[in-house]
């Protein structure tokens, strides 16, 4: 069962909760955060609240000043953490938190602050960046291949798997690849259990 979705209302309180966080917190802004909780879901083990969560209001993990109320923006990100749990647990489609640049941006311009965020996620939790299965490698490269290629030292057979990949032709084209990736590594990740065969009336269990 997934969470009840965010509504309208609520995901523009939850960027403005954001947003209006005080000095010296510097949070993520929605689309980050969107990309930062898919890959905190997509590791192997799951990844309790206490770790992820002070990340979400600063990028060091430092906690809110003394008097600053953090209980409702908390709130706000686990329910969005929960429906994405769902989702991806019953890899169903989702909606990634994009939002369109101006005329001018490329498709990869407008949804990198969410693949900077899924990569927060993977420089924090690296995991699932070290599984050894090469089926791994497709996807992330999909994903990373919205970065730029300075920002992934040290990883050759991935910029090698993006130099073999065409950009997005378009919005779809880049929304698609995102989801599309973050369930095929799900698949490596959390891999769904398979499903018991029913037994025949009478037989012995």
Known sequence: MTSAPLTDAEFAELDGLLATLPEPLEPMEASSLDGYLVGVLLQPRPVPPARWLPFVHDVD??????????????ALVLRRHAELNGLIDQRQWFDPWIFE???DASPSEAVMPWVAGFATAMALFPALMDLPDPATLEPL???FAHLDPDDLEDADELLAEIETLEPPADMTEAV??????????????????????????????
């Open 176 to 205: 698609d690849g995102l989801v599309r990736s973050s369930l095929q590594l799900a698949d490596v990740s959390r891999p769904k259990a398979p499903a018991r065969a029913a037994k025949r009336p009478g037989a012995r269990p």
């Open 61 to 74: 993990g430092r906690p809110a000043p003394p008097g600053v109320p953090m209980e409702r923006l908390h």
């Open 141 to 143: 490269a999909t994903l």
């Open 101 to 103: 640049l101006d005329e």
